[in-house]
């Protein structure tokens, strides 16, 4: 009997209904211990604790819901039933998406097929293990290339330490081979040739598309995307058993490559702060995933869960990593809410400014942690209702805008579209023709709709009195090579620039901006417009 075909989408809407996608997740059930306090100490109150996420439940729903959401996810799988196309022609199609946070949807539901993200963000983020097998080996055709890796050596400014390491894993030993300068063609495929390893830190600032790919997915996360690209040789191994302390996505490219994943070995490891010094084998005890990753195949695995690649001796091995999440915890956000609320406090509340007892010196302290005083215990009760008190200061908004800045100053600048460029700055007339500057000054007017370029492309954060715009457009696209970029907004203008952000992604006219004068809604328009974060819904003409 002739095997019928079935859509992406169909197989899509089956695992939705009978909640099993097509899928090998880990059975992996990291459940925390309970951690013996080091001392004495008090609960820190409820209102500035890290909040623990519930799984998601699994219901029956309804049948109309049912059909319902199928219809809402209908576009969302299309980009799934790509595989096999090259990805320029999905990044195409993406682009005539005008939303770029439906943009960024689209795309990391592409990446993590037949997966829905929905499932992905409530099941298996920060908790475990997945592995997707494709038996399609184009799958992710396009994004990059062997040949690629050999392009960049040759035409661009690979320094090694910088742009590309030399690796190579061997007897229980990480070794790492960098000479000093410029990574060249001649000497780095004799490093390859010999055994090693070699991993390109920052693909996004040579390749077009790993950069399109990124700028796009960092709207999905709210985080900066990045990557790495790994290449290794037949039946070698360029790196110890690790863990990270980023989410990360390895998708298979080219060959294939022998994967073993660990848990975290304790509680103190899950979700960790920074990344593992490399670990012997001995410390990591058995595998709870082993596979051999194929082109067309992707491992997603969380921060803080151990793992190692190697070769197997019949093919080489070509992956890139995308990561995110890195520094983008609770406790990181309350590592600027706390310090901050400590400083308010002390300002505005006398009971903060209250001296320490004379003798508290006598009895607190490690020194004095075993002893039986009961003037400890009142000590530590006075610093839980401080603690308690602090919470009612915490600004809250204040610290997720530093927050922001620091993501918008992380972030890689947008890969316009041809659209977006034709109807920006970037697509503006003026050029230099025949000996003369033509075609200079575009006029922006009342009756000029305009919109952000993109969704996350800018942010107004405030620093005491004044406003400040924070944006991405003129970042570069090699991590913090420039400076945080901000402009600041004029008070009358501060409305009108809240407006903007909130219409996207609609168009408005420049004369429905909330200023308080006309003057002010166009000259907020050309400064927007003149830093490349606002394009208009028809390129502008000639004054």
């Known amino acids: 009997m002739e095997k019928k075909h079935v859509s992406a989408f169909e197989l899509y809407k089956n695992a939705l209904l009978e909640s099993t996608p097509e899928v090998k997740p880990s059975s992996v059930q990291v459940t925390p211990k309970k951690k013996k306090r080091k001392e004495n100490g008090f609960q820190p109150p409820k209102s500035i604790k890290k909040v623990k996420m519930k799984p998601m439940v699994k219901q029956v729903m309804k049948s109309s819901q049912r059909e319902e959401r199928l219809e809402r996810l209908e576009e969302e799988v299309q980009c799934g039933e790509k595989s096999g196309e090259a990805l320029e022609a999905l990044l195409s199609d993406l682009a005539k998406v005008s939303n770029s946070r439906e943009r960024a949807s689209r795309l990391f539901q592409w990446l993590i097929h037949p997966i829905p993200s929905m499932s992905f963000f409530g099941d298996t983020w920060e908790k475990k293990p997945v592995l997707i097998k494709r038996q399609n080996p184009d799958y992710y055709k396009g994004l990059f290339s062997t040949a690629e890796f050999d392009r960049i050596l040759r035409q661009d400014d690979v320094q090694y330490g910088v742009n590309l390491d030399v690796t190579s894993y061997t007897n229980g030993k990480r070794d790492t081979?960098?000479?000093?300068?410029?990574?060249?063609?001649?000497?780095?495929?004799?490093?390859?040739?010999?055994?090693?390893?070699?991993?390109?830190?920052?693909?996004?600032?040579?390749?077009?598309?790993?950069?399109?790919?990124?700028?796009?997915?960092?709207?999905?996360?709210?985080?900066?995307?990045?990557?790495?690209?790994?290449?290794?040789?037949?039946?070698?191994?360029?790196?110890?058993?690790?863990?990270?302390?980023?989410?990360?996505?390895?998708?298979?490219?080219?060959?294939?490559?022998?994967?073993?994943?660990?848990?975290?070995?304790?509680?103190?490891?899950?979700?960790?702060?920074?990344?593992?010094?490399?670990?012997?084998?001995?410390?990591?005890g058995k595998p709870i995933l082993e596979v051999v990753l194929e082109a067309g195949d992707l491992l997603y695995f969380p921060r803080g869960f151990i793992h190692q690649g190697d070769c197997l001796p019949d093919a080489h091995s070509l992956h890139i990593t995308v990561s995110s999440y890195q520094r983008n915890s609770w406790g990181n956000l309350l590592a600027k809410v706390v310090p901050a609320a400590l400083e308010m406090a002390m300002e505005e509340d006398v009971d903060f400014r209250r001296g320490l007892p004379v003798d508290y010196l006598t009895y607190m302290g490690v020194q004095n942690s075993d002893e039986e005083d009961p003037r400890r215990a009142q000590f530590l009760s006075r610093i839980e209702e401080l603690m308690k008190k602090l919470s009612t200061f915490a600004p809250v908004d204040a610290a997720v805008d530093q927050k922001a800045r620091d993501y918008l100053h992380d972030c890689l600048p947008p890969m316009l579209t041809a659209e977006e460029r034709a109807s920006s700055v970037q697509g503006a007339p003026s050029r230099w023709e025949d000996g003369e500057a033509v075609d200079v000054g575009v006029t922006i007017r009342g009756h000029t709709r305009v919109r952000l370029i993109r969704s996350g492309i800018a942010r107004l954060c405030s620093d005491g009195e004044a406003v400040w715009l924070y944006y991405t457009a003129d970042n570069s696209r090699v991590y913090h090579k420039e400076e945080p970029k901000s402009i600041e907004i004029k008070a009358e203008q501060t409305d009108g620039m809240e407006f903007l952000i909130h219409a996207y992604p609609k168009f408005v006219t420049v004369g429905s901006l909330p200023c308080e004068s006309a003057e002010d809604k166009v000259s907020l328009a050309e400064l927007l417009f003149e830093k490349g974060l606002i394009h208009t819904a028809e390129p502008l003409q000639r004054s």
């Open 177 to 284: 081979h960098n000479p000093p300068g410029r990574a060249l063609p001649f000497t780095v495929w004799e490093f390859y040739e010999s055994g090693c390893s070699l991993r390109m830190l920052n693909p996004q600032a040579f390749s077009s598309t790993v950069w399109s790919v990124l700028s796009i997915l960092q709207e999905q996360f709210g985080s900066m995307a990045g990557a790495n690209v790994y290449l290794t040789p037949p039946g070698t191994q360029g790196f110890a058993p690790h863990y990270d302390d980023i989410e990360a996505f390895v998708v298979q490219l080219e060959g294939k490559k022998h994967w073993r994943v660990y848990n975290p070995r304790s509680e103190d490891e899950v979700l960790p702060v920074v990344s593992s010094p490399n670990f012997s084998q001995s410390e990591i």
